[in-house]
């Protein structure tokens, strides 16, 4: 298991439309909306780093994204 966080943001406006999309994606395991840099948090629960990939290719892909940041949870 692959355990990804990523950072969106997007245009004003369509905070509800991507929060929507965003919560039923497959990996999908939580979606915050926070104030700051940010407009969303994603936790993202992938079987591979390959389909943790295509999970925020997807999410880029969201009409209204307009940028993200990807941090890969690794062992210690």
Not at 4 to 26: A, F, H, L, Q, R
Not at 32 to 45: A, L, N, Q, R
Request: glycine fraction near 6%.
């Amino acid at each position: 298991m692959v355990i990804g966080v990523t950072m969106v943001n997007v245009s004003p406006g369509s905070e509800k439309s991507v929060y929507m999309k965003i919560k039923e994606m497959k990996n999908v395991r939580d979606v915050y909306h926070v104030f700051g840099e940010f407009d969303f948090v994603v936790i993202i629960d992938a079987p591979s780093l390959a389909e943790l990939n295509k999970t925020v290719d997807s999410i880029r892909a969201i009409e209204g994204v307009t940028k993200t940041q990807t941090v890969v949870g690794a062992e210690i």
